[in-house]
């Protein structure tokens, strides 16, 4: 122990008290997902990939994926959706109201596994929001990498995501974009139908050269992660971003562990070939 | 650092006057049959007597069940007020048995290492330990000795061996622990190391339950099971109370919440004890449950003891042999019994 | 506009919303943020409408029924007040007791005579069944326990403010009592409902060296054979595992044997 170095209540105020950030912008995406705009103090630097722990002081705090491309500015991006406590009373509230932030926090992609590689990105329901945050950068930059494949499937026209990225995503040169629901339930939809599994198997994937990066509902992982096998991808070849209960964000509370593996420090994305035998991790 | 000779009576009354000057923690007989770690008086009867681990470990002085992260208050003029709540109060926890010292010893890792935590640290910096050598096991549950806890030293300031003759061996490891002993004048000891090989050599032979297999071994016989009918075996009779957590000198899962004041512009976060036996601890605002089932919650409780934890830290199992989960456990579901069916189970 | 809230009672002593008017140091708070327009105890005053319905007692006759229904209709938000009407508390019991047998007892032998020939004593028959209310409405949150919980009330209040739902976990009373560090009853040699029990009573009747008897009624996945195999184990008689799971809960399927 190191008697009487440090100080504790300032050591304290850096890990567990939230920077006010104001709400710049909120946009209704769904019946039950906003997107917010954030303004914060000074620029959170983070990777993409990586998460934010928000909070409303009083009613509780949560761990929130960061939506948008690593920025020098202080704005930051998000996608809530209605589904809980907290998120219920975000949804109350208006452009130029504040929420707590903590972070960033976990791992994210690193862009060099990326460069100079064919990258595929599927993304099933919310997984879109947090891979966006690395679609960005690669959809700005195509000529440094090869193919970009995105693979992006809901449940139905109503509930898809970020409509206009999409659409514009698919004019990136060299960048294809499938978009699917699993069923149109009677809305117009002049995209495909399926599951985001449906279309892997006509991909033309490079086994060498591929990297695919996937974000999802934990049902998503085994049958997806199939089909890439069989496309012979290897387990250093794939990414993916999970989701778990946490409440420090630090590595500390213990709800996100799966097997050794703490989700919010070790994760929450994951080169496959680390959790690959995990198993907790893809189910 | 320095070992002193003491007799029980000057033991006893010495910690009995740290009382007037200090927070001191001792364990207290508390209800039919338990003990309790209870700030006691300067005129309070402080015993040594042999007894039963408290109900919760002492380390839990150092994360309470409730503790107030930081206080919050929206101003008037749109400024908002946060203040951290570190307690950084002098204590002293005296009668900490080897394996509670041990479980603060790995509290110190898990909370030191990575993104250190604050607010334990705090605490144990200002928290002086004086520890207490157990000669016969205290209950006919413990374990200590199959998972090295029973001659864990580390971590004490002072540590406390009762020796044959019937005079306490008193080590002095650290300036604050010779601090503490500022108002007795005991006699040094010149051989204390001696001694203590002798106290040692005085214990039982068989020291409590003991495990067929190398306490190094463990990690790696818990390793091999996963889909065990084991895990559910000792998960039938389980209410998922967690208590078995709650009472662990390892267990340090925590949940937060918020607490709003009436006037809804100020409140409190806190942080509280959580369990991963608890049916929610992995549920996600969404709905879906990581671990629904208890066994899947068993199993993970037992891998976190034996296998995560300790590969992790490279310390040996993270469980200290204390007993507690078993014994408070209503319907008997014991970690021991758990350990003992993998080993068992992998011999066949 | 402060939120208009409004407090009903079926079958009960009326004993939690005497708690509330008990939590003396917070009330006047707590009026500063709401509209009461409904409380027998206290005012009396009637409004078409409420944002939030506090009920008390369990719900025993076709009128009760009727008189629930038009509360929901009526309110936005509906909340279970107390152990009688989120579990049907001791007068659950009387479903298991015919009401001539059960008026017998009360008023003696003459009165179950007269009530099974005269027609003026009929609608006494006539509560059949005692029910918790989210058996004949749907109930958006319960504030559990005999009576219900200062801190939990205000918890919801403060929630149902900030416009969102009260969180009140499904853990046991067990879980709580350890955090309380209390001796477990059974090493008093008693026994406990605490494994089974809703928490959020912070285990006050162990804290005060009582044993929990389930007025909180029981968790949703409650280890219910265990349960009744524990009792067995400490030598409870069948009659008195009966009788112990019927005390608060008779109206739920541990209390009728299910």
Known sequence: MNQGQTDYAALAAATYLPATAKIVEIREMTARERYYRLELPQPLGHRPGQFAMVSVLGVGEAPISISCGPRDDNQLEMVIRNVGRLTRVIHGLKEGDTLGIRGPYGSGFDLDHFYGKDVVFIAGGLGLVPLRSLI????????????VTLVSGCRNPAEELFREDLKQWSQVPGATVIRLVDATENMPWKFDVGLVIDPLPKLPLDPVKTVVAMCGPPVMYKFVLMTLQAKNLGPEQIFVDLERRMKCGVGKCGHCQMNHLYCCQDGPVFQLSRIGALKEALR | MS???????????????????????????????????????????????????????????????????????????????????????????????????????????????????????????????????CTTPCTDRVFCAAVDSLDHRQGADLFLTPLASGEILVEANTERGIGLLDSTDLPPCEDGPARKIGAIAAR???????????????????????????????????????????????????????NLALDTVSGSRTRTWDGCMLPGFAQVAGGHNFRPQPAGRQRHRVKRKFEYLPTKYGHGPVCVGCGRCGRQCTVDIDIYDIVHDLIEGGKS | ???????????????????????????LDILELVDLVEFREAISEKALRYDVAFVEGSIHRDEDIARLRDIRARSTY??????????????????????????????????????????????????????????????????????MVPSEFLHLVKSLLKGTQPDFPAVAVCTECKKNENECVFDRGQTCMGQITWAGCNSVCVNNGYVCDGCRGILPDANLAAHLQLLREHKVAEADIRSRYRLFCGAEPIGRGV
């Not at chain 2, 919760?56 to 008037?76: D, G, I, M, W, Y």
């Open chain 3, 78 to 147: 509906l909340v279970a007040l107390g152990a009688c009407a989120c579990n049907g508390n001791v007068q659950a019991r009387s479903n298991f007791v015919a009401p001539a047998v059960n008026y017998a007892e009360v008023y003696g032998e003459a009165a179950r005579n007269r009530v099974q020939v005269d027609p003026e004593h009929w609608p006494l028959w006539a509560h059949t069944r005692v029910r918790p209310l989210d058996a004949v409405v749907k109930v958006d949150a319960q504030l559990r326990g005999c009576p």
């Open chain 2, 3 to 133: 070992d002193f000779l003491a007799s029980l009576t000057q033991v006893q009354q010495w910690i009995s006057s740290l009382a007037a000057r200090y927070t001191v923690f001792f364990p207290t007989p508390h209800g039919e049959a338990n003990y309790r770690f209870t700030a006691i008086g300067a005129d309070d009867d402080v015993r040594f007597a042999p007894y039963r681990p408290t109900i919760t470990p002492p380390v839990k002085l150092l994360v309470p069940a409730r503790e107030e992260l930081f206080r919050f208050q929206h101003k008037e003029d749109g400024d908002l007020l946060l203040s951290p709540s570190v307690d950084s109060s002098f204590r002293v926890i005296a009668g900490v048995r080897p394996c509670d010292l041990k479980g603060i010893f790995l509290m110190d890792l898990f909370f030191e290492r990575g993104v250190a935590d604050p607010y334990y640290l705090a605490r144990r910096e200002n928290t002086a330990i004086i520890g207490y050598a």
């Open chain 2, 204 to 258: 039982p032979e068989t020291y409590g339950r003991s495990f067929d297999a190398d306490v190094q071994s463990l990690s790696g016989i818990v390793e091999q099971y996963w889909d065990s009918p084991l895990w559910d075996k000792h998960t039938e009779r389980c209410f998922s109370c967690g208590t078995c957590n709650l009472v662990c000198p390892t267990c340090y899962c925590f949940d937060v919440r918020d």
């Open chain 1, 136 to 147: 960005i950068p690669v959809m700005a930059e195509p000529s440094r990498f090869g193919a």
């Open chain 3, 1 to 27: 506009m402060k939120p208009k809230i409004a407090f009903f009672d079926f079958a009960s002593c009326e004993g939690c919303q005497l708690a509330v008017l008990n939590c003396e140091d917070i009330l």
